[in-house]
């Protein structure tokens, strides 16, 4: 109980909020990784899965191999990133190490998205006469945006979880907040850093929640 006492204090002391290095700042830091990341992670992952799925051939290999990375701890990756050559460009081994973990549920969620688009809503967009691309952009992909929605989500609040280890690379995010606690020998700081990290990720759940219940209902069942 005076460890959640102290941690409160911590928390609700407005000192710890404002100026260098204080929450604030480390929220900031936090979300920009966290946009940069699933930025770059939905240009690679997306028009991949887009494309696979509306011709549905070779869809199923990337998806596995895509998930087979998910088998490397990202810590890993950071870690083998770091000694490698990428090690010396600041901040690049960290987004490279977030965008590899945002990737799979990227790739798979819009992949099966797009082929659970009922197949006869797909045959009657082509016998109106439109072309390929007019039926992805005009049918196949607001039927899957439910489910593009749920990897997105997925893929955010794996990210904002993940994304405390860019402290261990001397980046920026309210990771900084934990291993400053540790440094310090100080618990209630580390388990304020823990919380404000599993309450951004609520956040962010609530958030894409609330997007994928506005997205179009899809025409057909996902695989």
């Known amino acids: 109980m005076n460890t959640l006492a102290d941690t409160w204090d911590w928390l609700t002391t407005g000192a ?14 936090h979300l920009y990784l966290t946009a940069v990341c699933l930025a770059l992670s939905c240009l690679i992952a997306l028009p991949v899965a887009l494309v696979l799925g509306h011709l549905g051939r070779g869809g199923a290999l990337a998806v596995n191999i895509s998930n087979a990375g998910r088998a490397v701890p990202t810590f890993a990756v950071l870690v083998l990133l770091l000694l490698s050559p990428v090690g010396a460009y600041g901040s690049w081994p960290t987004v490279i190490a977030l965008v590899l973990f945002a990737v799979p549920p990227l790739l798979t969620n819009a992949y099966v998205g797009m082929r659970g688009v009922d197949r006869d809503v797909v045959r009657a967009a082509r016998g109106m006469g439109m072309t390929g691309t007019q039926t992805l952009v ?50 209630p700081q580390v388990v304020a850093g823990a919380v404000l990290v599993a309450a951004l990720a609520l956040v962010v759940e609530a958030l894409f929640e609330a997007a994928r219940r506005l997205a179009p209902r899809r025409g057909g069942s996902a695989a």
Do not use: C, K, Y
């Open 138 to 187: 005009r049918v196949e992909l607001p039927l899957a945006m439910p489910l593009i929605v749920t990897g997105l989500r997925i893929a955010a609040v794996q990210l904002v979880a993940t994304a405390t280890i860019a402290a261990l690379a001397g980046g920026g995010g309210l990771g900084r907040v934990i291993t400053a606690g540790f440094n310090l020998a100080s618990t």
């Open 16 to 29: 710890n909020w404002a100026g260098d290095g204080g929450i604030g700042q480390r929220l900031a830091e």
